[in-house]
């Protein structure tokens, strides 16, 4: 039983260097305004790095022409120690006026939410590109705060509004 947790494990580790190696070649992470990766893990005395693969931060500028565009999201990735047949769980590390992030950060994304087909379709772009995507464009149908999407649906103006005033006090700005 042991072993095979520790096999899982190894090829979790193997999959998401394998991911984050194709990632950084990709030029994908320029082209919607991220940088990503493991976690660094300090070593007294060590000079050279080492990495907690399971636990990924991500920086993230929000798309143009949305209330985010202008500002800088932290977000944490963590991948299960069976990844990849276990999708990862993603919370955003500011706060943000978004319908489909809860207030303690939590992502609905639903290309990860629906685990189910996570093994076949999911990687580490997958999830960059998923986070990217409802930033832009929010989903009304899998909202986690459904007074959020009732607003955007009924007023985006006052929806988009509220976003903006949000960034201001939370987010990074950049230019």
């Known amino acids: 039983m042991t072993e095979d947790i520790e096999e899982k494990k190894k090829t979790a580790i193997e999959t998401l260097t394998k991911e984050w190696d194709l990632l950084k070649k990709s030029g ?20 050279k790095p080492m990495y907690n693969m399971f636990k990924w931060n991500a920086l993230m500028r929000g798309p143009k022409k949305t209330p985010y565009d202008g500002y800088m999201f932290k977000f944490e990735i963590t991948y299960p120690e069976n990844y990849p047949e276990e999708a990862p769980t993603v919370t955003c590390k500011t706060n943000i006026y978004h319908m489909n992030i809860s207030s303690s950060g939590d992502v609905c994304v639903t290309s990860i939410k629906e685990k189910k087909d996570w093994a076949k379709a999911g990687d580490i772009s997958t999830v960059l590109l998923s986070i990217f995507v409802i930033l832009g464009k929010p989903n009304t149908k899998s909202p986690y705060r459904t007074a959020l999407a009732e607003l955007y649906i009924n007023d985006k103006k006052k929806y988009e509004e509220n976003a903006r005033e949000e960034c201001k006090k939370y987010a990074l700005k950049i230019s």
């Open 28 to 47: 994908m992470l320029c082209q919607i305004g991220c940088a990503a990766g493991p976690q660094i893990i300090k070593r007294e005395g060590k000079s």
